[in-house]
């Protein structure tokens, strides 16, 4: 039988899983504002593509270290206190992406619109390649002491093999993204996004390949959890494969399906990796976090399963009635910018 231990691990790994499927495709879609996009109304097309849909899932992140917080304090408190810097910068983005969103068409001159503009781009762009950097490290390891405190210099947090996960990340992020757009949008917009996602799909497929390699030789999560793990990869490229069949044949929802596939593979595969660890520590395994020693006592974990299993069916409910009502395709005649 499961324990709350673990199936407060299986929940945040779900949020997070939650949070880079579907805030994925706005960082996607946000970084295309900035090359894709050729006019402010393409622009504004892209903008409002999702627009009824990034804050709320923006809030599957917040759950996320909300969890974290609850269930695995000492977990929290080393990983935010050790990623001060690049959370704070994945905040600031955040913060400047939002307030881009509802500032940008505020007011109608050339100077104005490019600054919210940038700050789109930069904030669609900066998350996912600190994210991705950050969790590299979760799996690679860190400087964590007996006193589950973490003492990164900067060469701990960035180094190639976390480089390369934070681009990864992120190109995987863009895919998605175009792929989403090719669902939300009409005529040239539509057949420019579908033709750069299959063109990237190959870069894509070679970050992939070179993270997946890296992983395997640079960290220890093969040796306990390599058979899931290779089969996970197997999912992986057989979902990858179809996504550049799909948008061969120009079957958008299934491309977009099997991105997305991706997306959940890989972050699902860290965490398979990491259990029942949630952080290693490079000075000694003695050191690392795990599932027990990171966790909250046994009835803070009772009492807050209670209430997440009251709460998330009406949580779900919501957001997938509105992925309904504003599933329509948006277009440069709609005047509303959110």
């Known amino acids: 039988m499961i324990s709350l231990n673990e199936l407060w691990f299986l929940l945040v790994a779900v949020l997070f899983v939650g949070f880079f499927f579907l805030e994925g495709f706005d960082f996607g879609v946000g970084m295309s504002t900035k090359f894709l996009a050729r006019t402010d109304g393409e622009r504004r097309v892209l903008i409002n593509s ?8 923006e809030v599957w992140l917040l759950t996320a270290g909300g969890a974290m917080f609850a269930a695995f304090p000492n977990w929290y408190a080393t990983m935010f206190s050790g990623y001060y810097l690049p959370l704070v910068v994945v905040l600031l983005a955040l913060i400047g992406r939002g ?16 600054t919210w503009d940038l700050a789109i781009f930069l904030g669609s762009l900066l998350p996912p390649f600190l994210l991705g950097v950050a969790f ?6 860190v400087p964590i002491d007996q006193n589950m405190e973490m003492n990164a210099g900067l060469f701990d947090m960035v180094n ?26 009409i005529g040239d917009l539509q ?4 033709k750069l996602a299959h063109k990237l799909l190959i870069p894509l497929a070679i970050l992939l390949v070179a993270f997946g390699t890296m992983t395997y030789f640079m960290t220890d999560v093969f040796e306990a959890h390599g058979g899931i793990l290779f089969a996970v990869a197997v999912l992986g ?5 179809l996504a550049g069949a799909f948008t061969s044949k120009k079957k958008d929802g299934w491309a977009f399906g099997m991105t997305g596939t ?24 003695a050191f690392d976090l795990t599932i027990h020693n990171a966790a909250s006592g046994p009835y ?18 919501y957001q997938i009635w509105s992925y309904f009502v504003f599933h329509k395709r948006v277009h440069e005649k709609e005047h509303l910018e959110y």
Do not use: Q
């Not at 999702?50 to 899932?57: E, R, S």
């Not at 307030?99 to 490019?114: C, P, Y």
């Not at 209430?307 to 779900?316: A, E, G, I, S």
């Open 262 to 285: 991706v997306i959940v593979l890989s972050i699902a595969s860290l965490f398979i990796g990491l259990f029942p660890r949630v952080m290693v520590s490079s000075i000694d395994k």
């Open 136 to 141: 590299s490290g979760l799996i690679k390891g």
């Open 50 to 57: 999702i627009g009824p849909f990034w804050d709320a899932n």
């Open 300 to 317: 803070s974990l009772k009492v807050m399963t209670i209430v997440t299993l009251t709460l998330l069916p009406f949580v779900l409910g």
């Open 191 to 194: 057949a420019r996004a579908r």
């Open 237 to 241: 490229v057989v979902a990858f494969v």
């Open 160 to 185: 190639v093999y976390t480089l390369v996960g934070g681009v990864t990340v992120t190109m995987l992020c863009l895919v998605h993204g175009l792929f989403f757009t090719t669902l939300r949008t």
């Open 99 to 114: 307030v881009a969103f509802e500032f940008r068409g505020k007011v109608e001159t050339e100077r104005w619109k490019k």
